[in-house]
C-alpha cells in the first residue's frame, strides 16, 4: 500500500470509528500552517489545548482527527487549535 492510499484510507476509517460530538465546530483559520479552531460547546476564555495529530508521519490530519479534539475540547470546556502540518 503506498502512503497516500493508506492516507485516503485513514480518512475514510476514522469517520466510522470516532463519533463526532453534537455540538462540534470547526473552522480553519488561513495562514501558514493552516490552523483548525475545534470547539464543542461553551469555551472557557483564555485557553486552548494545542493538538498536534500522530500517523507515523504519512497519514492523520486534523480533519481525521476533529471528531477526537471535539471530545477533548468539550470535556476541557476549551478551544483545540489543529496546525494541517506536511506529513
Same mark, same amino acid.
Given at each position: 500500500? +503506498?502512503?497516500?492510499?493508506a492516507?485516503r484510507?485513514? =480518512?475514510?476509517? +476514522? #469517520? /466510522? /470509528?470516532? #463519533?463526532?460530538?453534537? +455540538?462540534?465546530? #470547526?473552522?480553519?483559520?488561513? &495562514? =501558514? $500552517?493552516? %490552523?483548525? #479552531? !475545534?470547539?464543542?460547546? $461553551?469555551?472557557?476564555? &483564555?485557553r486552548? !489545548? %494545542? *493538538?498536534?495529530? &500522530? @500517523?507515523?508521519?504519512?497519514? @492523520?490530519?486534523?480533519?481525521? *482527527?476533529? $471528531?477526537?479534539? @471535539?471530545? !477533548?475540547?468539550?470535556?476541557?470546556?476549551? =478551544?483545540? !487549535?489543529?496546525?494541517? *502540518?506536511?506529513l
Amino acid at each position: 500500500v +503506498s502512503p497516500t492510499k493508506a492516507a485516503r484510507a485513514f =480518512e475514510r476509517t +476514522s #469517520r /466510522l /470509528l470516532l #463519533r463526532r460530538p453534537p +455540538s462540534l465546530c #470547526r473552522r480553519a483559520m488561513p &495562514g =501558514e $500552517p493552516v %490552523l483548525h #479552531r !475545534i470547539t464543542a460547546g $461553551p469555551v472557557r476564555p &483564555g485557553r486552548v !489545548i %494545542l *493538538y498536534l495529530h &500522530g @500517523g507515523a508521519f504519512f497519514v @492523520g490530519s486534523p480533519t481525521a *482527527y476533529a $471528531p477526537l479534539c @471535539g471530545r !477533548i475540547a468539550r470535556l476541557a470546556a476549551t =478551544e483545540v !487549535i489543529a496546525p494541517d *502540518y506536511p506529513l
